[in-house]
Every structure is written in C-alpha cells, then in structure tokens.
C-alpha cells in the first residue's frame, strides 16, 4: 500500500517467538527484536554499546509457523516490514500507544552465524489461491560461528 512505512531491522530475538492462532484460525508469531547499535570509541580504545531499541514484532499465517519453527532467543535476525501504531485501552482505562513491525520478510543473520534452509511443503487450494503450509522437515538451524558483539539476548 501506498503511503506506508517499510522499515528493516537487524537484531537479536529477546526471547522465543510466541505463536498463537486468532479465532478464525489464522496463525500469527509475536516476538521482540532488540537492536543495539555499536560504536568505536577511539578515546577509550574500545567497542562501546549504544541504547537499545525493543522492536515488538508479528508474523502472520504461514510464516508466522516458520519462524516459531525455526527461530528462538539471541537469534540475530534481519527483519523487513511495515510500521504500525496501535492504540489500546488498558484495564485501568488508561490509553496506551505502541509500534508494532508488521513482517513482511524475516531471516537470520549470517554475519556470525551459519544457516540450513529447508524450503517448506505448500499446497495451493483451487479456491482462494491460499498457500497452505505443512511443517518443514528440518527447521532454519543457525548456528554461532564466533562470539556476536550483541551477545546479550
């Protein structure tokens, strides 16, 4: 859609993803992405942490399934979707606002880390033209392939 904000982050996963199903069935992954940007202090002579961003994330429908499948806390991710502000009420009554990535692509990062994909099983439905997935044989594995400078999740 026209207009929207399409923004990329690159981060680690805060903990597992949570995979719930709305009540029409559709299944949809929540996490969060921490993103620590890193500079060089050449007056110190050292790497110093900036502050964090805590990204609160969704995926829906199959790729919902696949991250939950394949993903899990400290993954380093690269994620790409749209921005999306939400306003609720809490049970207080107290109104709250909050930025949520909508995902439209997610993967994991190989700057420190190796990847095996296996590519999921799709059956088309001659009605709507829906994908539907069944579980991939072997899930995304990533795996340390040297100590990341944002270790911490």
């Known amino acids: 859609m026209a207009g929207e904000t399409i923004v990329t982050v690159v981060g680690n996963l805060t903990a597992d993803p949570e995979l719930r199903y709305t009540q029409n069935g559709l299944p949809v992954a929540n996490f969060t992405i921490a993103s620590t940007p890193?500079?060089?202090?050449?007056?110190?002579?050292?790497?110093?942490?900036?502050?964090?961003?805590?990204?609160?994330?969704?995926?829906?429908?199959?790729?919902?399934?696949?991250?939950?499948?394949?993903?899990?806390?400290?993954?380093?991710?690269?994620?790409?979707?749209?921005?999306?502000?939400?306003?609720?009420?809490?049970?207080?009554?107290?109104?709250?606002?909050?930025?949520?990535?909508?995902?439209?692509e997610i993967g994991p990062s190989l700057r420190y880390a190796t990847a095996s994909v296996t590519r999921a099983q799709s059956n088309r439905s001659a009605e709507g033209g829906q994908a539907q997935s069944a579980p991939a044989q072997q899930p995304v594995a990533a795996t340390a392939a040297a100590a990341t400078p944002n270790d911490d999740f």
């Open 38 to 104: 890193r500079e060089f202090d050449r007056v110190a002579n050292e790497w110093k942490d900036g502050e964090a961003l805590f990204l609160r994330a969704a995926a829906w429908r199959e790729m919902g399934e696949h991250v939950a499948g394949s993903l899990s806390k400290g993954s380093r991710v690269i994620a790409s979707g749209r921005l999306k502000q939400r306003s609720y009420e809490t049970k207080e009554g107290e109104k709250r606002t909050t930025m949520e990535l909508e995902i439209d």
